[in-house]
């Protein structure tokens, strides 16, 4: 049941995405992830980071996008779960989105990067997260 809240999370967030609506598509995509954490599915987690990639590129944060992405991928990789081809209009969207604002040099630098830092670490950092889940003083 866990997977499946993950997955209509999921599909909000990259629908709020496609409307422009970075604070809504941020929000499916945190509580997403939120859920994938608690189900400990490492294909829900990165799912969600993919999610979380696209608000961020949304909000204006391409570099933080890249990341997100290659921890998505390093996630996917760890499990021997590559993104499925017919699943992968979302990623490769937010992919080209990203790229086409840092250029594919520093895209491919920011995803590696991705790939070996702590999912929640970049999770906890994805822009607008201060104003849409304020942290206690």
């Known amino acids: 049941a866990e997977i499946a809240t993950t997955l209509i999370h999921a599909e909000l967030g990259f629908v709020a995405e496609l409307r422009g609506d970075a604070d809504g598509a941020l929000r499916h995509h945190l509580e997403g992830h939120a859920v994938a954490r608690r189900s400990g599915d490492a ?3 990165a799912l969600a980071l993919e999610g979380l990639a ?3 590129v949304l909000a204006g944060d ?3 996008g890249a990341r997100l992405l290659g921890a998505a991928a390093a996630a996917r990789e760890g499990v021997g779960a590559p993104l499925p081809p017919a699943e992968r209009g979302d990623v490769d ?3 080209a989105a990203a790229t086409e ?3 594919e040099a ?3 630098e920011q995803f590696a990067r ?7 670490e970049l999770a ?3 822009p607008g997260l201060r104003t849409t889940a304020p942290r206690p003083v």
């Open 43 to 45: 294909r829900a987690l």
């Open 124 to 126: 906890s950092a994805t």
């Open 101 to 103: 604002v840092l250029g």
């Open 106 to 108: 520093a895209f491919a």
């Open 93 to 95: 969207r937010i992919t």
């Open 62 to 64: 391409a570099t933080h």
């Open 114 to 120: 991705g790939a070996v830092t702590d999912p929640d």
């Open 54 to 56: 696209g608000a961020a």
